[in-house]
């Protein structure tokens, strides 16, 4: 199914702010109209960049210049008809004139058109003209690997790990699909808006062959091939296994391993396997890279064998990186003391003289009571006695709250402090609720007849549970939102969760999703005293600066713990969020409507609309009656979302 795009303009998602807490409020700011004509009608759209299919008849704008190869060069194009952003591959006909060359060109639109994994570009579709062959390909916002080394010359081991994870689960579909990619290079990995790798281009993708059947033609780009491709022995995954090793260590050194000013000694240095290892490099770091550049192909360890090295498992991957480390060296240590976060506080709440007067003294009161304990604490306390860059260079990860704390502060002792709970049945994966969710959609739209409008909607839920409001701020800490019963959570980058009841007066802890402690507001245990400052501070942020998303009603606070947030993904145009009791919840940025899917038997579809109003549908209802265009555009965008998720 082709990605669903419903908006007349391309769109984006809200970049961090630069002050306090990054993206996330339900403002009602839009992105930048097009430049219209004099009378006001439509945008105005340059024809000799208009691209139509000759089939469907469907048409794309041309915008900007991607990148350009021997045969081809690559641009944005907007549907205008949907404002959906592909990146098309313009392929002139005078290059494919030859039988052969034609020939090269359907092979690959052949075999990228069979792949799908969540980190590989998606193929879409593709058609010709007289003058060109077109392939729509799925679009990568913030360009590629090699436009960040460009920007940065080295990353930091945690990001280099980020990435190459990424491109090892996509070269591991690839070669147990039997293809080899033959040309992997930093600009060949392409960065989502979300901050996902993707590989592209298959223009040298080859299906491989036994031992003695291996192509031997020379290809690829010269710093990154392997010593068999240039001996004309024959290409085999382990040449896609040393051009990784070579990417590895470009992104750490900030140059390719065998680069020469002469093509001749690289070629010769690489023969050989000469090259050095900067003395700045992790010894895990300088063992993997002497492991996979290795001269006989056999010797060079498994995709599987490079990420069980030390490397990996012992060295700290964000869950995600934030944009800001497209251009700059993001914070990646475990978060600063609390004296840092004391002038973000204060900068953000008490600050700006014009809402002040709005916080109430007893307010006042309370968060000075707050970034007085935080001057003391910080906010991921450390027990470490080591100094923080002796404890970073031994572990290069942010230590877990059972690493950190003294053995009475164990999540197994917290049970002590407070009431807890374990194993609860009712908690299901991230997996569990895309699959359920994924199927449920993909049957009611499959045999959905056509409608012009939405058939009478159901009474919603009363205890239907929804985001009202939220805040990103994965860059330093995590992200916050407030559900509809005014409970306030937040899921910290570590995986663990923190939330505070309506009331305020019991505060609800999950280290992992299956373990649960509360404990009254003011007896929660020293070490997690950082997280409820976080937890607080994002509960204020969201009270003063955002408003509620819709006007679904409030529902009353049950006892106990309430749904997780399992997994929350930004694309260019919505947020999804997954919650654990099969909740799935998409926000769309810039109308600011909201699609709520809850229950699975049957799944009840709630419309939050443009004018805030809100109905509910049953699935089967809408499966048999149809429902407008406008519901029917979200939901195919949801299902196409989820398959995008669950690598179907």
């Not at 006909?93 to 792949?115: C, F, M, T």
């Not at 408003?547 to 749904?563: F, N, Y």
């Not at 004018?611 to 979200?634: F, I, K, M, N």
Request: aromatic content about 8%; hydrophobic content about 35%.
């Amino acid at each position: 199914m082709e990605p669903v795009a419903f908006f007349s303009q391309p769109l984006a998602s809200p970049e961090p702010r630069s002050r306090a807490l990054g993206t996330g409020s339900d403002s009602r700011a839009g992105p930048r109209e097009p430049e219209r004509s004099r009378s006001g009608a439509e945008p105005l759209l340059d024809p000799t960049r208009l691209i139509r299919d000759p089939q469907s008849g469907r048409t794309y704008y041309r915008g900007r210049l991607l990148g350009k190869g021997g045969f081809a060069r690559c641009y944005e194009a907007t549907d205008t008809g949907s404002g959906h952003i592909y990146a098309v591959k313009v392929i002139p006909q005078s290059r494919v004139a030859k039988p052969h060359q034609r020939e090269k060109i359907l092979q690959e639109i052949a075999l990228h058109r069979s792949l799908h994994h969540r980190h590989i570009v998606h193929f879409s579709h593709h058609f010709e003209d007289e003058g060109n062959i077109y392939i729509f390909l799925e679009h990568c916002s913030r360009k590629s690997l090699a436009h960040i080394w460009k920007a940065r010359h080295t990353l930091l081991e945690p990001e280099v790990r980020y990435y190459l994870r990424q491109v090892i689960a996509a070269l591991c579909y690839l070669h147990q699909r039997g293809v080899l990619h033959r040309d992997l290079k930093l600009g060949n990995f392409f960065i989502t808006e979300n901050m996902e790798l993707k590989l592209g281009d298959f223009g040298l993708a080859a299906r491989l062959e036994p031992q003695d059947q291996r192509k031997k033609t020379i290809c690829g780009t010269p710093n990154y091939l392997a010593p068999e491709v240039l001996l004309r022995q024959g290409h085999g995954p382990e040449s896609d296994v040393w051009s990784l090793g070579c990417v590895m260590y470009t992104l750490l050194c900030g140059n390719p391993p065998f680069e020469t000013a002469d093509l001749k000694e690289t070629y010769r240095c690489i023969k050989q396997v000469r090259y050095t290892l900067p003395p700045y490099l992790s010894s895990a770091a300088r063992h993997l890279l002497a492991t996979i550049l290795r001269p006989v192909p056999q010797d060079r360890p498994s995709l599987e064998e490079i990420l069980q090295h030390e490397f990996f498992t012992k060295g700290y991957t964000p869950a995600q990186l934030p944009p800001c480390s497209c251009t700059t060296v993001p914070d990646l240590t475990p978060p600063s003391p609390a004296e840092s976060f004391f002038t973000k506080v204060t900068k953000s709440l008490f600050g700006r003289k014009k809402n002040k007067s709005k916080i109430a003294p007893q307010e006042q009161d309370n968060l000075s009571r707050l970034v007085s304990d935080l001057v003391l604490t910080s906010i991921c306390p450390l027990s470490s006695t080591k100094e923080p860059r002796q404890a970073q260079e031994e572990a290069d990860v942010a230590p877990s709250l059972a690493e950190t704390a003294p053995e009475e502060g164990s999540p197994r002792s917290l049970a002590a402090l407070g009431s807890s709970s374990e194993g609860s049945e009712e908690y299901l994966t991230a997996a569990t609720v895309m699959e359920s969710t994924l199927c449920a959609l993909r049957n009611c739209l499959a045999f959905m007849p056509p409608a012009r409008q939405n058939p009478a909607p159901l009474a919603t839920p009363e205890h239907l549970l929804w985001v009202s409001k939220w805040v990103d701020y994965s860059n330093k800490y995590g992200f916050g939102y407030q559900l509809s019963s005014r409970r306030v959570a937040v899921l910290f980058n570590e995986g663990a969760h923190m939330a505070l009841s309506s009331n305020r007066k019991t505060v609800h802890y999950n280290p992992t999703n299956t373990k649960h402690f509360s404990f009254p507001v003011d007896a929660v245990p020293q070490q997690l005293q950082g997280q409820l400052g976080v937890l607080r501070y994002f509960a204020s942020y969201m009270d003063h600066n955002l408003m509620k998303g819709g006007d679904l009603p409030s529902v009353d606070e049950t006892e106990g713990p309430s749904p997780l947030l399992l997994q929350w993904v930004k694309t260019d145009q919505a947020l999804l969020l997954l919650f654990s009791d099969g909740t799935v919840q998409v926000n769309f940025y810039v109308d600011h409507t909201k699609l709520i899917l809850s229950g699975w038997e049957p799944l009840l579809i709630t419309f939050v609309a443009r004018d805030r109003r809100t109905c509910t549908y049953q699935a089967p209802h809408l499966q048999r009656l149809g429902c407008s265009q406008e519901l029917r555009l979200r939901l195919r965008y949801v299902l196409h979302l989820l398959r995008q998720r669950s690598g179907t």
